[in-house]
């Protein structure tokens, strides 16, 4: 408890630019436990000056950010002009891709829905690597190791980023604070709208890494509130082969619900 709490109030003096009070650690745990499960889940609530975490060892560590990459992806392509906007079509090559929503035309915008990794392939590749370290640098991106290959380094390559890092780029994001147009934040807002749950709408990004037969499942985002951001979060925890891939999502929208983020209803949450 001594160690934990004047970290989380240096990570919210950083991101707020001003100290405030942070809680206790949360009783998180049954969530991951209940999934058979170890990780961490990174809560920050600036309307209530408070930033929590679960697992404060892991919420500092990073892993490989899979598809949760594809939200600075998004925002690159958009400003170097590697894609012109959401609608733009990228046209499917008749391969076999390794899930069936793949196999078909896309545009960013169902790219980010279906999580399809070839289209953002093609973006990084347009970009090159020249351009993509350079604005890694200015996201302040994780480690910004591009080793890996340009189409590979966010995959299975030398990226790494952690929830706490996640969720500081989050809020950056949606307050104004990266080095990016108004207009791709815009799209890339619009492009995560996850699920609606009464008058919250959770934006969120899934990623998956797998090394074998294990690996680290991500779900990133924020929730808003009548339009308004009322917390940010980062999931990630070790997953097998066998782990339901629902399992980010209901120990995520648990932990929401407890925290008072989203309504504890359930059956008021659509997917969008």
Known sequence: M?????????MLASINAQPAPTEGVPRWERHFAFQGVTGTFVLDEPGAERLRAFNEVRASERFLPASTFKIAHALIGLETGA???EHEVFQWDGK????????????LSTAMRDSAAWVFQAIARRVGKPAMGEWLDRL?????????????????????????????FLR????????VTARSRRIVREMLVAERCGDAVIRAKTGTAMAGKE??????????????????????YRTLEETP?????????????EAGVIPKAREVCKAA
């Open 215 to 236: 690996g680290i499942a991500w779900w990133v985002g924020w929730v808003e509130r009548r339009g308004e951001p009322v917390a940010y979060f980062a999931l990630n």
């Open 2 to 10: 001594k160690r934990f709490a004047p970290t989380l109030a240096m």
């Open 140 to 168: 302040d991106y994780g480690n910004r190791d591009m080793t890996g290959g340009i189409d590979q380094f966010w995959l299975q390559g030398g990226l790494r980023i952690s929830a706490q890092e996640q969720v500081r």
């Open 96 to 107: 076999p891709k390794r899930f069936d929503a793949w196999e078909r035309d896309h545009t």
């Open 245 to 257: 891939r629902k399992a980010r999502f209901e120990i995520g929208r648990a932990i929401l619900e």
């Open 172 to 179: 950056k994001l949606v307050e104004g604070r990266l080095p």
């Open 83 to 85: 894609v012109a906007d």
